[in-house]
């Protein structure tokens, strides 16, 4: 049983990030990639069912070979490249917003899931990425030994 101060600092270091992400896309928002750094974050939507936690990232115009989804421990990186989708005779830009270059992104679960239950799909433009909860026995049974 977790006790209530963990619940807590669970939801304030959630709300910690979720608010670092939002001033990072409040600050950079409309700036071209090599003004703010060598990479981008593609937006994410994280979503929990009662028997899955499912992420959806938004990486249109990526190669599906060019994509990495990795489980270390109850953290999942995601991580790719996407290229420059310029003509090859353009002269010119009059506008350009579009992100491009190396992404990663982390998202933090509050379980370990199974090995090998991770499943990722890429359609449309759309990453998703289904990561099962493991099923948690309520009942215990303790053995108990001749002395």
């Not at 593609?42 to 990486?59: G, K, L, R």
């Amino acid at each position: 049983m977790r006790h209530p101060a963990e619940d807590i600092e669970r939801e304030f270091q959630q709300l910690r990030a979720r608010l670092a992400e939002m001033m990072d896309t409040l600050l950079h928002r409309g700036r071209p990639t090599l003004v703010r750094g060598s990479s981008f974050k593609p937006a994410i939507d994280v979503y929990e069912t009662s028997s899955a936690v499912i992420i959806v990232m938004e990486i249109s115009g990526a190669k599906r070979e060019e994509i990495d989804v990795t489980m270390e421990g109850n953290r999942l990186r995601i991580a790719g490249v996407r290229r420059v989708a310029a003509p090859l005779d353009a002269q010119r830009c009059h506008q350009m917003e579009i992100e491009f270059g190396p992404f990663e992104r982390w998202v933090s679960l509050d379980f370990s899931p199974p090995r090998d239950a991770v499943e990722a799909t890429y359609r449309d433009g759309f990453l998703h990425i289904t990561i099962p909860k493991q099923a948690v026995s309520t009942a215990t049974t303790v053995r108990i030994l001749n002395e």
